[in-house]
């Protein structure tokens, strides 16, 4: 992972808090951003609680709360 992804995180985060996008959100919600469908999925799954880069020590971004279903910490 990158500086990249981490802020692509916190763009999410930012766009769910200002109501701009529902809670819970999908990867659907995130494709005007220009991002691959992969990669957003990837950063999703990446900094949810229990995440890869949450192991790693990074600040946890995202609750799943389903499949495919977010919220923001």
Do not use: C
Not at 29 to 43: D, E, M, N, P, Q
């Amino acid at each position: 992972m990158t500086i990249a992804d981490a802020s692509l995180a916190d763009q999410i985060v930012e766009l769910a808090r200002k109501g701009r996008i529902p809670t819970p959100f999908r990867v659907a919600h995130f494709k005007h951003l220009g991002f691959a469908v992969s990669h957003i999925r990837t950063v999703l799954a990446n900094y949810e609680t229990n995440g890869d880069q949450v192991r790693r020590g990074r600040q946890p971004r995202f609750v799943r709360v389903g499949r495919g279903l977010y919220k923001p910490i």
